[in-house]
């Protein structure tokens, strides 16, 4: 458990704290007008209840210069809102009252940890601790005191939620509206010593009941949905001058014992066992974090959503694990995955391929991380081992079975000797069929990734990978380098990397590069890239959905406002894929085209259609014993979508789609509806149907899941 022990309240010094008011009312009035902030420093913790009454906070200059980005870009505020900031040896405090003429309007359904808090009012605070514009700290909270906080990396294109600081926030309803105040521990922040004492920062609010955002610095609608995360256009906090680099260990111990039951006959074998771990997080030198894990326990994460792949290739599924999400933006090399679904990326380091193989989890004895900034170097270094792991019908076993019926434990097999060992076999000894089985070897996995920030808002990085299992000729290494370009205020990125792989038995076409660039201007935006993977290229601990390919895509995007009072956006689109072999035969073509209408509301619905070519030089398994063979096929589909905004008790999102699939017909649905019955319950519900017909057979497949949420403390 990670407890906050606010420091005890100290008396004044009286000069000090005169200084500071005037100093403060001076600096506001100046440093308003930009929309900076000045952090006041004081010898007297407040009280973080909400009540911004504390004496204390007088001492600290009011700033309102906030601005609409959202529905209309550049206007006045339709709500007034008033931010005040105290720092000392240990905290940084925010005291922020957020005016509402009608507080019976106000939102405030989502108490849960690192929940959509988007859809409350709400408030959002972004920190660039090193003044950079690339990268930082979110931290959100909404009129409950829920928490919402994440790192910013890639000038906030990319987030990592899995991010958890300890901090503290606390919020009051009344009738002039909301108030909330908020302390950050300098201890769970990264920043450098000394210097002038400015921090990059950006404080948002959200008023979901006519879909309006404010900000101290608006970013541009045409940075597009997630736009407030970015930290290329920031105010500036000043006055954090003296602080010290702070440093706070985090240690979770777990316990779990249980009985193993296992029947010979009708005679139940018990076997205790004990399983115990802990994990341990501290701050270093500068601004890196040590992360290590021994004994590993997942025990807390979410289990993988169902998903149907009608598809010939894997599935890329998100990590869930906090372990190995922490930093994990750090160890990102390949290609950026596409908001909202999309194709499967190809990236060199895929951490899900640590402790989960086929589908089954493999014990993680121990891991260790060591992330974070150096000056203008970002660095990252993970290391961890497998333990060897047998299971037998899905189910891990302890010993080995042979074909003569005999029985034996890992002691057992240390006295033989390695032929001994593969006359090993799993054998069912009532129908003498073999059973099935999954074999792995103890393996080490090691990542070295160093990044060098350059041209202001760029960085070049490079990244070693390494797969040892228990065999010295069954190794796999790769290495990579890329580049993240930004121009023109970030309206013009380009990027790309470099990889080739080392794997025994496979030489030649091991290599893989890739490039993209991308624009935006306006409520227009262009992308294209070119996608290079050699026959042989074989990251192990990568994800690579297809090789000996030649991709080329292109896609562009228009969003002019509308002036509708009911309709705040249209969105066209048109996307292009071309797919080939390295013979230069085609294997993929898509091309598809969008169009959408956003509402005042937050609703939208919008039509799509998708004309496909694929080429299939061998047959595959699609369903049961249906197979779809090999040839060539052209097939359209079009489909109708729709998402309700979550401002309200009921929200939701759902598709509906016809068209051609393999020589035959396919009809999909897919519906999400969500009830929130208060702030403490909800409902989820989830139904995907595909029918699919082809001259094969036919067949049906249905996914449903429900999902009851309470939460009853936003400390939880």
């Not at 610095?217 to 949905?225: E, L, S, W």
């Not at 240390?414 to 069929?433: G, P």
Request: charged share 25%; aromatic share 10%.
């Amino acid at each position: 458990m990670k407890v906050l022990s606010l420091p005890r309240a100290r008396r004044p010094h009286r000069l000090g704290w005169l200084a500071s008011v005037l100093a403060g009312a001076t600096l506001c009035s100046v440093l308003s007008a930009h929309g900076d902030l000045q952090a006041v420093p004081t010898h007297q913790a407040p009280t973080i209840d909400g009540d911004l009454s504390d004496a204390v906070w007088s001492a600290a200059p009011v700033c309102t210069t906030f601005t609409q980005r959202e529905p209309i870009e550049g206007a006045t505020p339709s709500q007034r809102t008033q931010i005040r900031v105290l720092f000392d040896d240990g905290y940084l405090y925010f005291a922020i009252r957020n005016h509402d003429t009608d507080p019976a309007r106000m939102l405030a359904t989502h108490m849960r940890r690192d929940d959509r808090l988007f859809e409350d009012d709400s408030i959002h605070i972004i920190l660039d601790t090193y003044n950079n514009r690339r990268g930082g700290y979110h931290f959100g909270t909404n009129s409950l005191g829920a928490q919402q906080d994440a790192l910013l990396l890639d000038e906030g294109r990319s987030r990592n939620e899995a991010w958890d600081a300890v901090w503290e926030s606390r919020a009051r309803r009344d009738s002039l509206g909301w108030s909330v105040e908020i302390a950050i521990p300098f201890g769970q922040l990264r920043y450098d010593e000394g210097g002038e004492g400015i921090w990059g920062i950006n404080v948002g609010r959200r008023l979901p009941r006519d879909n309006e955002e404010v900000y101290l610095v608006p970013p541009p609608q045409a940075f597009g949905f997630g736009g407030g995360f970015r930290t290329s256009r920031l105010a500036s906090l000043r006055g954090l001058t003296g602080l010290k680099r702070r440093t706070q260990l985090e240690v979770t111990p777990y316990l779990l014992p249980g009985t193993r039951r296992e029947f010979d006959g009708l005679d139940p074998d018990e076997d205790p066992f004990v399983d115990m771990g802990a994990d341990v997080r501290t701050g270093l030198f500068g601004g890196l974090t040590l992360d290590l894990s021994y004994n590993t326990d997942f025990a807390q994460v979410e289990t993988d959503q169902e998903e149907v792949n009608l598809t010939r290739f894997s599935l890329f599924l998100p990590e869930q694990r906090g372990f190995f999400l922490e930093g994990a933006g750090i160890f990102a090399l390949g290609e950026r995955r596409q908001r909202f679904g999309g194709r499967p990326p190809t990236v060199l380091f895929y951490s899900r391929r640590i402790g989960i193989q086929d589908g089954y989890g493999i014990p993680v004895t121990y891991g260790a991380k060591l992330t974070g900034r150096v000056g203008a170097y970002e660095v990252g270094l993970l290391n961890s081992m497998t333990d060897p792991a047998v299971f037998r019908d899905g189910v891990e076993q302890d010993e080995y079975l042979s074909d003569t019926g005999d029985w034996y434990d890992d002691d057992a097999l240390d006295d033989m000797s390695d032929r001994e060992q593969d006359a090993l076999s799993f054998i069912d000894t009532v129908t003498a069929d073999v059973i099935d089985t999954l074999d792995v070897d103890r393996t080490v996995f090691t990542v070295a990734r160093v990044k060098r920030d350059i041209l202001g808002r760029s960085n070049v990085g490079i990244m070693l990978a390494d797969r040892s299992p228990g065999e010295d000729e069954d190794y796999n290494r790769t290495a990579g380098v890329d580049a993240n370009l930004s121009f023109l205020d970030g309206s013009v990125n380009v990027m790309g990397f470099a990889a080739q792989s080392w794997t025994p038995g496979l030489s030649g076409q091991d290599r893989a590069a890739y490039v993209e660039l991308d624009r935006r201007w306006g409520v227009a935006e262009f992308n294209t890239s070119f996608l290079d993977v050699g026959e042989n290229f074989n990251p192990e601990i990568g994800f690579v959905p297809r090789d000996d390919v030649r991709r080329f895509k292109a896609r562009t995007g228009y969003r002019p406002r509308s002036s509708l009072d009911w309709i705040r956006l249209y969105s066209l689109g048109v996307s292009w894929t071309h797919l080939l072999d390295r013979d230069n035969t085609l294997q993929t073509r898509r091309l598809n085209g969008s169009a959408f209408v956003n509402l005042e509301a937050g609703d939208w619905i919008g039509i799509e259609v998708h004309e496909r070519f694929e080429r299939l030089d061998e047959s595959f398994e699609i369903h049961g014993e249906i197979d779809i063979p090999d040839g060539k096929f052209s097939f359209t589909e079009a489909s109708l979508g729709f998402f309700l905004s979550n401002a309200r008790r009921i929200g939701g999102r759902g598709q509906i789609a016809v068209g051609g699939f393999f020589g035959g017909t396919r009809r999909r649905a897919d519906v999400e509806i969500s009830y929130k019955a208060n702030e403490q319950v909800s409902l989820e519900s989830a139904y995907e149907i595909n029918r699919v017909e082809l001259p094969a057979g036919s067949f049906t497949t249905h996914r449903a899941s429900q999902r009851m949420l309470l939460t009853f403390s936003t400390d939880l």
